[in-house]
C-alpha cells in the first residue's frame, strides 16, 4: 500500500532527466539555424557512402596528411507517401561524389561508415603479405565491428504519465512483475512531476502487438503496477494500446579504433550501442561529441594537422566504447541466472561498500553517478572489488568450517562418539527444523 510505503532518498551530485529524441533534434536544429547558419548546411533525406578513405601511403612535406576522403551522396526517395514512414530507395537518382578534409561518422546505430570502414580494412589487408601487416610502415590491428545476438530481447512501449506532488519528482521508478514478465521504468522529464516512462515486455507478448485490447492493458496494470495504473487515464491506456512496439538496439561495439586513415573518425551509436536503460547511450555520445571537440581545439595549426585528431580520439576512447558495450550487456544476461548476475553483485556491492568503503567501491550503478571515472576504470575497479570479494567470502566460510570441524570434534570427545555420527546427527536435526519451520508456517491459527 501507497501509505505503507518508505521511500528513501538518493544522494545524487546531478538528477536525471529524459530528454525525448525529437525534443533533443529540435534543439541541436535551433542551435545551428541561429548559430552556425553561415557554416552549417541541413540536408535531410540523403544516404553517404565512402568511396575511399584517402589511406594511400601518401604523405607530403607538410601541406597535406594523404589525400582527401572521397564520399557518394545519394537522395533517398520515400518509398511511401505516408510521412510516418522512414523507409526510402536510392536506385532511381543520380548520385553526386563530393570530397572532404575530415569526415565525422556519426550515422547511429545504422553505422554505414564502421561497416565501410570493415569493409575496407579487408581488402586492405587481403592485399598485404602476412609480413607486410606485422612490419609494414601502415600496419595497424585489424578494425571490427563486435555484433552480440540479443538474448534478451525486450520491446516497449512509451507512456506519458505524471506523478502527484507529494511523489519525489527527482528519483527514477521502476517495477517488474510476476515472473518478469514486463518491467515498468519511470524517468522524470521535468521538475513538474511530469514523467517518460516505457513499459519493457517480450516481443512476443500480446500486450507489445499493435491495438491491443486496452481493457486487457488496465487489467494488467491494476494486478501488476497498481501504484502507476490509477495514474493514467483511460485516453492514455487506449493510445498505448493502439500503437505497436518498438525494438531496443542490439550491443554493438566497434574497435580496436576509432579512425580509419588520417581523416575519418568515427563516434556515438556509431561505435558503442547499447540498450537505453542505463542512460549510457546518448550521453556517451555527448562525451564522444565533447572530448573530440577537445582534441580539435588543442591541436596547433589545424589546417596542417587535422590527422593528429583521428588518432588522438582513438587513444581517449576506444577502450572506453569497448567497457561501456560489455559492462552494459553484462547486467542484460536472459534467465534466472541472468537474474542473480545483475542482483547478487549490487547486494554484494552495498553490502562491502558499507562497512569498508575506503576499499571496496559503490555498486555499479554508484559507480556511474562519479564524476572523472571512465568506464574502463570502472571496469578494472569492479573486477578488483569481485576478486577481494571472492577472497573475503571463502577466508570467512572456511573459518566456519573449520569451526564447525572443531566443534565436533569436541563434541564427540564429550558424548565418546564419532566424529562422523556426530555430524549426521547435527545434519539431521538441521533438515528436520527446516521441515518444521516450512511445515508450522503454514498453519493458519484459529
Known amino acids: 500500500k501507497e501509505e505503507d510505503a518508505r521511500i528513501t532518498m538518493s544522494n545524487k551530485e546531478v ?12 534543439a541541436l536544429k535551433q542551435v545551428i539555424e ?13 544516404q553517404v557512402d ?22 557518394q551522396v545519394s537522395q533517398c526517395t520515400p518509398l511511401s507517401s505516408d510521412g510516418d514512414t522512414e523507409e526510402c530507395s536510392i536506385e532511381n537518382n543520380q548520385p553526386s561524389k563530393v570530397t572532404t578534409q575530415f569526415l565525422i561518422g556519426a550515422d547511429g546505430a545504422a553505422r554505414g561508415i564502421a561497416n565501410a570502414m570493415e569493409t575496407s580494412d579487408e581488402e586492405y589487408r587481403k592485399q598485404r603479405n602476412i609480413f607486410q601487416r606485422l612490419f609494414g610502415k601502415s600496419k595497424q590491428l585489424p578494425f571490427r565491428v563486435t555484433r552480440y545476438d540479443d538474448d534478451n530481447q525486450r520491446v516497449y512501449k ?42 519493457l515486455l517480450r516481443p512476443d507478448d500480446v500486450l507489445a502487438s499493435a491495438n491491443c485490447d486496452p481493457k486487457v492493458l488496465r487489467e494488467y496494470f491494476d494486478l501488476q503496477f497498481p501504484q502507476f495504473s ?8 487506449e493510445d498505448v494500446a493502439k500503437k505497436g512496439a518498438s525494438t531496443l538496439p542490439s550491443f554493438r561495439f566497434a574497435g580496436p579504433r576509432h579512425h ?18 542505463f542512460g549510457l547511450g546518448a550521453n556517451t555520445a555527448l562525451e564522444d561529441v565533447q572530448i573530440l571537440s577537445q582534441i580539435i581545439e588543442s591541436i596547433p595549426d589545424l589546417e596542417k594537422n587535422i590527422d593528429q585528431a583521428p588518432l588522438e580520439f582513438t587513444k581517449q576512447r576506444a577502450a572506453d566504447s569497448r ?45 556511474f553517478k562519479k564524476q572523472g571515472i571512465s568506464f574502463t576504470q570502472i571496469q578494472k575497479k569492479k573486477r578488483l572489488d569481485r576478486l ?39 545434519a539431521a536435526a538441521i533438515v528436520a527444523a527446516g521441515f518444521a519451520r516450512s511445515k508450522l508456517s503454514k498453519i493458519t491459527p484459529r
Open 15 to 26: 538528477t536525471s532527466r529524459v530528454l525525448a529524441r525529437d525534443k533533443l533534434v529540435g
Open 34 to 46: 541561429t548559430r552556425y547558419k553561415d557554416v552549417i548546411e541541413l540536408k535531410y533525406g540523403y
Open 50 to 71: 565512402p568511396i575511399s578513405f584517402g589511406n594511400e601511403d601518401v604523405r607530403s612535406d607538410g601541406e597535406e596528411a594523404g589525400p582527401p576522403v572521397q564520399l
Open 158 to 199: 512509451s507512456i506519458p504519465i505524471k506523478f502527484p506532488d507529494h511523489w519525489a519528482h527527482d528519483l527514477n521508478y521502476s517495477a517488474r512483475s510476476e515472473n518478469s514478465r514486463g518491467t515498468f521504468e519511470a524517468l522524470p522529464s521535468d521538475a513538474n512531476g511530469n514523467y517518460c516512462a516505457l513499459l
Open 230 to 237: 490509477k495514474l493514467l487515464g483511460d485516453d492514455v491506456m
Open 260 to 277: 580509419e586513415g588520417k581523416r575519418t573518425v568515427i563516434l556515438g551509436d556509431c561505435v558503442h550501442t547499447v540498450k537505453p536503460y
Open 323 to 367: 567497457a561501456l558495450v560489455k559492462i552494459s550487456r553484462g547486467m542484460d544476461r536472459p534467465g534466472k541466472i541472468g537474474t542473480m548476475r545483475f542482483v547478487l553483485p549490487l547486494i554484494l556491492d552495498s553490502m562491502f561498500n558499507k562497512f569498508m568503503p575506503k576499499v571496496f567501491g559503490p555498486s555499479m550503478f554508484g559507480m
Open 388 to 426: 577481494m570479494q571472492s577472497v573475503v567470502i571463502a577466508t570467512i566460510l572456511s573459518s566456519i568450517g573449520m569451526g564447525f570441524g572443531y566443534s565436533t570434534k569436541v563434541l564427540a570427545k564429550t558424548l565418546g562418539m564419532s566424529c562422523t555420527v556426530v555430524r549426521g546427527s547435527l
